[in-house]
């Protein structure tokens, strides 16, 4: 199994940037891609952004239009988001996530709160 630790969320002020750090433990996360989800209250959770195992190829959900980032250390078996520009609406509890040997596997998820 592999157990995902989410940090770098808190509280930031509207147009501010913040990155967020998902780190792995247990297994290699090296050979597999990962994703990054969202969940605000009240709505379901949401895809954000993916990256392959090789880093080479990114994906990123359209609503965000460029301010996303996710990159990875295969090194440092972590992964990272990070968003540009924040606005209130993108408070919401950030979540890792990995597919591995047909089992999702999801971090506690780290809280992003964006003062106006």
């Known amino acids: 199994q592999v157990q995902l630790v989410e940090s770098g969320g808190g509280l930031v002020q509207a147009g501010g940037s913040l990155r967020l750090s998902c780190a792995a433990s247990g297994r290699s996360i090296s050979s597999y891609g990962m994703n990054w989800f969202r969940q605000a209250p009240g709505k379901e959770r949401e895809f954000v952004a993916a990256?392959?195992?090789?880093?080479?190829?990114?994906n990123y959900a359209d609503s965000w239009k460029g301010r996303l980032t996710i990159s990875r250390d295969n090194a440092k078996n972590t992964i990272y988001l990070r968003i540009d520009s924040l606005k209130p609406e993108d408070t919401a509890v950030y979540y890792c996530?990995?597919?591995?040997?047909?089992?999702?596997?999801w971090g506690q998820g780290t809280q992003v709160t964006v003062s106006s």
């Open positions: 990256i392959n195992w090789s880093g080479d190829i990114t």
């Open positions: 996530n990995i597919e591995m040997k047909g089992y999702n596997y």
